[in-house]
């Protein structure tokens, strides 16, 4: 992992920013002259998010097949997908994407208040925990060189990056989940940096507040979490071109590249980042346009260098 060397306060030291900036599409990789472009900001296609189904993990699991998938099931699986995918290559970032309905990562902290409801919790922790092991294993098997596996959704920030009921909650379940073990096979973990909001939802200078408050609590409560045996746990930050999860007006609307590169400031000065993932299930605008679901269209490349922060100072 590449870093540079800066001066603060009249010290010399190790800056906390990185070099290691990648770029993940959902179970493949880029086009070779989406490729090529990014390269030329230092934007590296190592990488690839694999969806829940692959372990066993997808949206539409039931909670009673989910806890039952033992692990020869999530291992024939998982080696499946992947030979079909042609995936992974050597160095990759490898990101787990589970989001099964009622019961993904960021939910686990609704599983407590009763004896009933927390012996639930310890064993989703125990079952996600099963599917991070096995996935290590089948990586290893591959014989390929530096991968490195990570988990998407830990954490989730609250959308303006107060301390709300609902993020504390969270909270509680993602530090349960570190008590439990969950983490202890991961190299990183990935802390969600996507935008809630449009240009209409508010005015510019609260937005900027939004966006700087949230990106920082994402950072910040991801340090917080640890392995079993108390230590820390590097992050890959994801970010993304567009708005999720916002108001029917804005949501799956671009956002604006300004916007990406105040966050990009905000990542790169904090601590413990160890590399930072721009993320898209689309890589032409034709597909963002015929998408199930579609986003608004953009050139991914127009877009980073939008931002003018790529390639990152002192990374070229």
């Not at 994402?218 to 994801?238: F, H, K, Y």
């Amino acid at each position: 992992m590449k870093r540079r060397t800066c001066y603060r306060r009249g010290v010399i030291g190790v800056s906390t920013a990185t070099c290691d900036i990648r770029f993940s599409l959902q179970n493949r990789y880029a086009q070779k002259g989406l490729e090529t472009a990014l390269a030329k900001l230092g934007v590296t296609n190592g990488a690839v998010t694999i969806s829940g189904r692959a372990t066993r993990g997808e949206r539409e699991i039931s909670m009673e097949e989910f806890l039952a998938a033992d692990t020869e099931a999530i291992r024939t699986a998982l080696t499946k997908f992947l030979e079909k995918h042609s995936l992974p290559r050597a160095n990759d970032l490898v990101i787990l994407d589970m989001e099964p309905e009622g019961f993904a990562p960021r939910r686990l902290g609704e599983f407590e208040g009763t004896k009933q409801r927390e012996r639930l919790q310890k064993k989703l922790i125990a079952a996600y925990r099963r599917r991070i092991r096995v996935a290590r294993q089948v990586l290893r098997r591959t014989m390929l060189p530096g991968l490195r596996l990570g988990l998407y959704q830990v954490i989730v920030p609250d959308e303006k990056g107060r301390p709300s009921e609902g993020y504390e909650q969270r909270m509680r379940g993602y530090i349960e989940a570190g008590r439990q073990g969950m983490y202890d096979q991961l190299d990183f973990i990935c802390p969600v940096l996507y935008q809630r909001f449009g240009p209409e939802d508010a005015t510019p200078e609260t937005l900027r507040r939004w966006i700087a408050a949230s990106t920082r609590q994402a950072i910040d409560g991801s340090l917080t979490l640890t392995r079993r045996n108390g230590a820390r746990i590097p992050l890959v930050p994801i970010l993304s071109f567009w708005v999720f999860k916002g108001r029917p007006d804005s949501n799956r609307s671009a956002v604006s590249p300004k916007s990406v590169a105040r966050q990009l400031q905000i990542v790169q000065n904090a601590a413990g980042v160890e590399a930072i993932l721009f993320w898209s299930a689309w890589q032409t605008e034709q597909e963002m346009e015929l998408a199930e679901k579609p986003v608004e269209p953009i050139d991914i490349d127009d877009f980073l260098v939008g931002t003018g922060s790529l390639p990152w100072p002192g990374c070229t």
